[in-house]
């Protein structure tokens, strides 16, 4: 199964008036410190704080009459449980979030202000899958995956859809587009989108650096599984392997994959707050993260850089802010 | 003298390449809280973090080429001066910033960092007017003021120009247009600006409790003063008067000014950070707290707030966070 430049082309069509088409933002402070044309598409700004809207709402207003009644269920660190949580609002569509008891807590309470149910596991010993499966099967359910759904991936194109319309409106051809990785849904929606308008464009993915398994998965041709003891401040991240619908569209459309350590995130979350005015997560600041840090070269290039999340906590934000990650 | 709107026309060509046109933000989560339609104009995301570049650069590009090597002098408490730095180093024009030993220090290593010299003074015994101008005439320089100049006023009006515009882009005739208020430059610009082009919506400014001079003044119909013991967390407004210049302009086209207190101000840099993902300064974030406040009826109206800089130490910003102010 694969997706089409006409898939995104629709789900732009449905999330038209719904979704906040995102500005890309220009700065030149940030040009003159990458020494390119660097511009940032906010993310930070979708509705719920993160571009997960964009999919979870694609999904979710091709339900069924039926189906929406009955309500959907979504396992998600946060990011995914508001999309949906609020795209289900927006439809009066039933929705319990499986969430990791972990999860920042400005994400749960997102979550319970979109008027969700939620379902705590533990991360390191329960089964997300098989929890979600169970309750979609004693209420009838659909269960909304975070990335490996067409729907989702389309969903999410539509933020490669925006950036290279807002480019052009620039007169601005784009050499790169820098991305996070999580499962992959995002990039492999933006990558399809991008290289279907603007093949020339080399797609670049950032992931942390412990959960790098896409990195991996393109050196080794196969999906690489993460390391269990691996640890990441980047929770909207922590996905264990490519997923079976986003990796082989990222193995075609990718033109690599940087990995990146929590210190060089925190870095960029800093300047994001002291250059750019702009509060990011860390899983949404890890392309920034790579372009500062100079792991993807943008010297000379004109590059647009996805900063897909901006739902932190307060108190960890407060603590980046003060230099202690 | 007064400010037509083809000064500010004249100012827009100048800064066209220059200035960031900033984004005008629509945040859904806003709409739904203030029950109407009301975007962000986020000035934040301006060069050197806040309105100030357009006036300064507005201002320092119509130097004469002698007048551009002497160099320029001004004082400011943060957000002038790196407009001013800034402007300076594009023009490679000298700037000295008289700045108050108590700014930010955020502003002042940004003002550095644009390679201005600084002088301090003590913002309670000293007179920065007096200052300024020794130095100018010792050194033969132009004295740029923060507010109480045509080409600086021009300058800001910009921002105003580009409201209009990105509303008429969206369909959307604004009621009202909400604007932080100090020296009343901005306002004054931008008040002059959409006046000119929609003479129907009503400008709001809003002044922190205490530095409510403007407020003050429109009540009694002439120049009111600030107590001197007067305190705010809102360096960017602590002006002790309304300008000369600005006062008139503001007089005419101002339907009201709201007072907001410092902790109506951190309520609203919460807010900003929590839902809107911006970094706002205390002074930036006066009139977006008088919305949220409700001390200006924003309930079925269309609206564009003024969110005017971005310029703050992340230790104050981490205790706003915690809830400390």
Redesign the interface.
């Known amino acids: 199964m694969t997706i089409a430049l006409s898939d995104i082309q629709a789900a732009a069509a449905r999330l038209a008036g719904r979704a ?1 088409r995102t ?1 890309l ?5 940030l040009n003159e410190r990458l020494g390119g044309r660097v511009l940032i598409k ?1 993310e ?2 979708q ?1 719920a ?1 993160a571009f997960k809207f964009r999919g979870a709402y694609n999904r979710l207003s091709q339900l069924s009459q039926d189906e929406r009644r009955r309500g959907v269920v979504a396992f998600s660190s946060g990011n995914h449980a508001q999309g949906v949580a609020l795209a289900a609002r927006l439809l009066d569509c039933p929705a319990l979030i499986v969430m990791p008891s972990d999860s920042p807590a ?1 994400k749960v309470e997102g979550t319970r202000g979109f008027r969700a149910e939620i379902r705590f596991y533990d991360r390191f010993t329960e089964d997300r899958v098989a929890i979600a499966d169970q309750i979609a099967a004693e209420r009838g359910c659909v269960v909304v995956p975070s990335y490996d759904d067409p729907h989702i991936i389309a969903g999410q194109g539509t933020v490669g859809l925006e950036i290279v319309e807002q480019a052009r409106a620039l007169d601005l051809d784009l050499d790169l587009v820098l991305s996070p990785v999580g499962g992959g849904g995002l990039i492999a929606g933006v990558s399809t989108a991008v290289k279907a308008l603007s093949p020339a464009t080399a797609i670049w993915g950032a992931e942390p650096a412990g959960f790098d398994e896409t990195r991996r998965s393109l050196a080794s041709g196969r999906r690489e599984t993460v390391d269990p003891q691996a640890r990441s401040f980047c929770d909207a991240l922590l996905t264990p392997t490519p997923g079976e619908l986003t990796w082989p569209i990222n193995q075609r459309n990718l033109a690599g994959v940087a990995a990146v350590t929590d210190a060089e995130v925190a870095d960029a979350m ?1 300047y994001a ?8 997560e860390p899983g949404g600041c890890v392309a920034l993260a790579a372009g500062l840090a100079g792991k993807i070269d943008l010297n000379g290039k004109a590059a647009a850089i996805v900063c897909s999340g ?1 739902n932190v906590d ?2 960890l ?2 603590r980046v ?2 230099g202690e990650i």
Do not use: D, H, N, Q
Not at 25 to 29: F, L, Q
Not at 273 to 280: A, E, Q
């Open positions: 906040v500005p933002i220009e700065s030149p402070a906010a930070t700004l509705r704080g400005v800093r707050f002291s250059v750019l005015k702009l509060v990011v901006g307060p108190a934000y407060g802010l003060g």
